[in-house]
T-cell receptor, first 114, second 110 residues
Framework: EPEVTQTPSHQVTQMGQEVILRCVPI?????FYWYRQILGQKVEFLVS????????KSEIFDDQFSVERPDGSNFTLKIRSTKLEDSAMYFC????????????FGEGSRLTVL | GIQVEQSPPDLILQEGANSTLRCNFS?????LQWFHQNPWGQLINLFY???GTKQNGRLSATTVATERYSLLYISSSQTTDSGVYFC????????????FGEGTQLTVNP
């Protein structure tokens, strides 16, 4: 069964460093998403992406964050200068259609900022 | 934005017991999904169920969209069912984001 894959599964970084989290969505999906979950809290929407541009973003997704689809398969989330409060689990998701249908989530990338 | 309330927040069961988890939402939705978050933090898709009833093994789910709630049933629970169960909905009228509830922390004891 097709699945969304994410790398790395866990990354530890120093405050102020740049981090790139990578995702490979399901191959025929057109809509891509990043969500974040701070430890012990609920999962929160960060950004949605379609046709090589951001279609929606939350108030959490400030100038420190960016997303990119650098080639036909990868979808990345970049955090330019990490802060302690960026420590969280980051989930990538994808689906075939934009406003209906199931979202398929990856297993997550755990980011720890020291 | 849409509000999602899950109950109970915590649930402790003995192995073999049955349970019902509830998700209430404040507005019309075109997507509702149930997830299980395992102890490693991974989100496991359980059901995509904007309306109707579905079953998968010992788990089943029902969504009554007109009354704005969904139920997740777990029968003959096992210790591996432990974890956090999240309901997530997508508002019909705006945007394309899933809004998650706070989750139900389920502990199944042997």
């Amino acid at each position: 069964e097709p699945e969304v894959t994410q790398t790395p599964s866990h990354q530890v970084t120093q405050m102020g460093q740049e981090v790139i989290l990578r995702c490979v969505p399901i191959s025929n999906h057109l809509y891509f998403y990043w969500y974040r979950q701070i430890l012990g809290q609920k999962v929160e929407f960060l950004v949605s992406f379609y046709n090589n541009e951001i279609s929606e973003k939350s108030e959490i997704f400030d100038d420190q964050f960016s997303v990119e689809r650098p080639d036909g398969s990868n979808f990345t989330l970049k955090i330019r200068s990490t802060k302690l409060e960026d420590s969280a689990m980051y989930f990538c998701a994808s689906r075939l259609q934009g406003r209906t249908g199931e979202l398929f989530f990856g297993e997550g990338s755990r980011l720890t900022v020291l | 934005g849409i509000q999602v309330e899950q109950s109970p927040p915590d649930l402790i069961l003995q192995e073999g017991a049955n349970s019902t988890l509830r998700c209430n939402f404040s507005d019309s939705v075109n997507n509702l999904q149930w997830f299980h978050q395992n102890p490693w933090g991974q989100l496991i898709n359980l059901f995509y169920i904007p309306s109707g009833t579905k079953q998968n093994g010992r788990l089943s789910a029902t969504t009554v969209a007109t009354e704005r709630y969904s139920l997740l049933y777990i029968s003959s629970s096992q210790t591996t069912d432990s974890g956090v169960y999240f309901c997530a909905v997508e508002e019909e009228t705006s945007g394309s984001r899933l809004t998650f509830g706070e989750g139900t922390q389920l502990t199944v004891n042997p």
